[in-house]
């Protein structure tokens, strides 16, 4: 017996292996893709907490704060470059693949561990996830899986409880969708204590841990905003207007777009999807897991409802249920080896395996081995000036000086990361001043005044398809900045983005008309 | 099999595995189609702007042909057919738009500019509350309807939907000008003024708001 159960490991051993290094390799490959602008902001913000200034007190975004000290730890410690957080996301991802393992391990043995793990490694590698950026959700992952880890494994040991409610409480810091994990901690420790399933000797004492744990980086932010003066600023961007971002989707809308984000990474990842939807129904009919049910199912849950706020249902959200689907998955491949032939039980584990995760990638192979780095960020995000915002920010930094300001009309923050300038204006984005809200004129107003106070030595006008002045949106912002524009400024750069192979660059050069409706004009403050 | 599991819930697991399946099936496939039809109307719709109204037809009839409820693209094919002159037949796509898509305030409006364009103004006042009543904001709606109400005498309620037109967007010089008129119908010529100076700031070159303003000046005196 011990013989076939040892080559059954090494043959999975050997081909989780494969799998992870071909993850590593995919990641190390593509560590070049420009920033989206998610990134840009992240790191913009960072790159400005490494100054001493305070999230919010000079950008806005809605986002939690947590997410900018990390990319500040990333940019100190590997420096403030692309590939530098590429490289980080690359740790956090393999750290978040162990601790699912262990979790995995933890709740089913090691082959439901290690499948767990790998999936997750393959999945959130995904370009329908939007995997090889690095998005706050990664980093979200790896305190939320650290936390419900602790706490399963908290048995009466005090200081793991504690722990496991700060990591729970960091990874909100990180993301408000992050609530929904620290709410599954809460149901899983609160049905612990009723069933008694777990024997607590001090069941107050595990729980107030817990809290006191979860509370301390919201109390830490909480006090820091306070204490320095910026606490209505911060209320304002991550309470007050995130609010009302997320009641703008209807309930309708909102189906649409789950329906067109997940069928794209159900397309490309269905047999791995298929183990997860295995490993679900498995609760029901193996004894083993219909113990775990209550985990499974309520982290399932958790994990999707994190998806949902505001009916986005953006590609990346969707890696805040991926440790979910991938420890189902887990469930799914145990169960599916735990009813295979006692003869084959040497070779189907690795088979399995090697079919779901090769099927998936296979699927995915151009992104994966043969895009080069541009028309990967091409085929994700189209048109987007993400190749671009380098040479753009890299002329802004040849004509300028450290202390000038510029103003981004558009959404592109990446900008003014990778040209070191700061903004001068809060907004970064210009999405929250066109949409349909209580503080979109509010916001406009604080605009245009914000930047005709700083003068800003450049202003770049992102015009992408319509893509912040719409028709049904009022054109006050449009007609002040082409009036501002023309009397203050002239265009001393035209980036004309003709195709997914072709922009072309006019810089200081008079005349130039823009071909494409994806374009970017650059104007430089009259002397 | 497993010595604990039990058949009938094996059963059952098996049969949600393949109805999710399916499930999964259903949507993939149905996303491909939404995918191809969102292509081909982007396609008819960079046609349209470039005045190829004909080219861009076929491509929405193709959008429609893969995907039979993609509103979207009634919308623009009635817009393309509008364009030619085929008002009859844009209004019933619209109608078809909006039936698919009872809140596609877009399509009520457009609706409602191509049966005012019939002479049905009635039925075009209809269809741009509808639009207003989906979304408020669109100040473009809010004149036209203030435009046809003031056609039918009736000026308050011009004045309102004006009102709330330059509330949303202060800088729509025609809202100004049109509610002077309005203001001046129901002889408040020195609020009229107001409003055509307005016009006047926001486009020095507005003739008709000039016009207005010199008659209103003079009505004054």
Known sequence: ?527 | MTENSNPMRIVISLFLVVVVTFLGYWLVLDERKHSKAMAYTQRGDALSELKRYDEAIEYYQQAIKVKSNYVEAYNNLANALGKKGKTKESIAYYNEAVRLKSDFAKAYSNLGIALSEQGQFEEAIGQYQKALEINPDLFRVQNNLAILLARQGDFSGAIEHYQQAITFYPGFAKAHNNLGSALAAQGRFEEAMTHFEKALNIDPNYIDARKNLELARSLVR
Request: net charge positive; glycine share 8%; aromatic share 14%.
């Open chain 1, 1 to 527: 017996m011990e013989p076939r159960i040892n080559s059954q490991k090494t043959c999975l051993l050997l081909v989780v292996g494969i799998f992870l290094m071909g993850v590593v390799w995919v990641r190390l490959r593509l560590l070049g893709v420009p920033l989206e602008r998610d990134e840009g902001e992240y790191a913009y913000m960072a790159q400005q907490l490494l100054q001493g200034i305070l999230p919010y007190t000079e950008a806005h975004s809605m986002k939690f704060p947590g997410i900018y000290f990390v990319y500040a730890g990333i940019l100190a410690i590997f420096g403030q470059s692309p590939v530098a957080i590429h490289l980080s996301l690359l740790f956090v991802n393999l750290a978040t693949v162990f601790l699912l393992f262990l979790l995995g391990r933890n709740l089913l043995g090691l082959s439901a561990g290690v499948a767990a793990g790998v999936s997750f490694a393959v999945l959130t590698l995904s370009p329908a996830l939007q995997g090889v950026w690095a998005n706050s959700e990664h980093f979200v992952l790896l305190p939320a899986v650290g936390g419900i880890l602790l706490l399963r494994t908290a048995q009466d040991r005090p200081a793991r409880f504690f722990f496991s409610g700060l990591l729970l409480g960091c990874a909100l810091l990180i993301k408000q969708h992050a609530i929904f994990f620290c709410l599954f901690g809460i149901m899983y420790l609160g049905s612990k204590v009723v069933t008694q399933s777990q024997s607590f000797k001090k069941p107050f004492l595990s729980c107030g841990l817990f809290a006191a744990g979860g509370l301390a980086p919201v109390i830490f932010i909480a006090l820091l905003y306070g204490v320095t003066g910026n606490f209505s600023d911060f209320w304002f961007c991550t309470v007050q207007y995130a609010t009302e971002y997320a009641a703008m989707t209807s309930p309708d809308s909102g189906f649409a777009n789950f329906k067109y984000n997940f069928s794209q990474i159900l397309e490309s990842n269905f047999p791995i999807l298929w183990l997860s939807l295995l490993g679900l129904t498995s609760v029901a009919w193996r004894k083993e897991v219909g113990r775990e049910y209550l985990f499974l199912i309520g982290f399932f849950a958790c994990s999707f409802l994190a998806i949902t706020p505001g009916f986005y249902f953006r590609p990346h959200y969707f890696l805040l249920w991926m440790p979910a689907l991938s420890l189902l998955a887990g469930v799914g491949f145990a169960s599916l080896v735990s009813i295979s032939s006692s003869r084959l039980k040497t070779l189907v584990p690795a088979a399995i395996l090697t079919l779901a995760l090769g099927l998936s990638v296979w699927m995915q192979k151009e992104f994966f081995f043969t895009l080069p780095v541009i028309k990967a960020t091409r085929l994700i995000y189209g048109l987007n000036p993400f190749p671009e915002s380098l040479e753009i920010a890299q002329y802004i930094r040849d004509h300028s000086q450290k202390t000038d300001k510029i103003a981004v009309l558009g959404s592109e923050p990446q900008i003014h990361f990778y040209s070191q300038r700061r903004s001068a204006t809060r907004h970064l984005y210009m999405y929250p001043l066109m949409e349909k809200h209580t503080y979109a004129r509010q916001m406009q107003a604080e605009m245009m005044q914000e930047v005709e106070g700083a003068q800003p030595k450049f202003v770049v006008v992102a015009n992408l398809s319509g893509f912040w002045v719409s028709p049904d949106s009022s054109p006050t912002l449009k007609d002040w900045a082409q009036g501002y524009l023309d009397s203050e400024y002239e265009i001393s750069g035209v980036v004309d983005i003709l195709s997914h192979e072709e922009t072309v660059y006019k810089w200081d050069e008079r005349g130039y008309l823009p071909q494409s409706r994806y374009h970017l004009l650059i104007y430089k403050r009259k002397t």
